[in-house]
């Protein structure tokens, strides 16, 4: 491909201030500043991840350059998540893409969160030979705020085949975490003691929803109850049993997710499955994913640092999109909800 183009990745949609630099679609820096001040809040608060994105843009810029060894006027394009997020987050990073495009007189491009999080199979990386997935594949996209199954037929095209009808995955995971009393998010920490724990001990039912679609909201329910019944037998239920609780949560959740994907695979006939989004580092997700590929599914798991919010996945997006000269004006505006795809 005879194109030269340097592109950087403006990532602000929730609580990771992320900045990226690409060169011909390598990813030359990829910097991540997180916001450790909402764990004591059990959650994200807005207010405070605005805040914390106007402090962190301009160090995490300097650095994102510093590593790539570019100057800023050697970028060719900014690309920026529009959303969906969090509005207040969002104006952050679309107010300082829109001052660097009118300061640099580079176009802006924006990109759908969604749409990063499913192109981050396709950071790419100096010297390291990766396999790409191939189009068409199903995405399972699973993070705090999402948990949808697209159909992905080209960087361009996409459409969402089932989405939840309540709970995203990563809320499963987070509100369950804050009834067992750990700090937010608790995605990981359920994920780091399930490791010792025995995933069968405990059965938590799994939702009837019919088609594509999914909801968690129930196994959060019920995981509250199972907690609530026992205490009354057991003051110390949850200290005695919290690895194999743990473990046996998240192993149903686990299974939701491939049993939908499964069904995604029959009922389209597309037999590759990409992992996506926060909740996609989960060990115990991965381990049952991999264990399609004896189904004769190909599945690509990302890379662990590429599944959390990340500007290198926006980076790629906007190499996409200049490739097809989609840039955009500056009066866009960013939207909380999804509304793209
Ligand atoms: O994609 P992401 O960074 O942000 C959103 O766009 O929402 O995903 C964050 C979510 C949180 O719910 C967090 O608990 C979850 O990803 N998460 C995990 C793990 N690592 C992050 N959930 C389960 N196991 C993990 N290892
Ligand atoms: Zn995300």
Known sequence: MNINVTILGIETSCDDTSIAISENNILLSNVIANQDIHKKYGGVVPELASRSHQTNIIPVLKEALYLAKKDIKEIDAIAFTLGPGLLGSLLVGTSFAKGLSIALNKPLIEINHIQGHVLSHYVVEPAKEKELPPFPHLCLLISGGHTQLITVNSPYEMYIIGTTIDDAAGEAFDKGAKMLKFDYPGGPIIDNIARNGNAYKFNFPKPNVKGLDFSFSGIKTSLLYFIRDNLKNNANFIEENLYDICASYQRVIAEILVEKAVLAVKQTGINTITLSGGVSANSEIRKQF??????????????????????????????????KSAFCNLNVSPYAKFNLL
């Open 290 to 323: 991999l264990f399609l590929k004896e189904k004769n599914i190909n599945v690509f798991l990302p890379e662990i640092k590429f599944t959390t919010d990340n500007a290198a996945m926006i980076a790629v997006a906007g190499f996409y999109k200049y490739l």
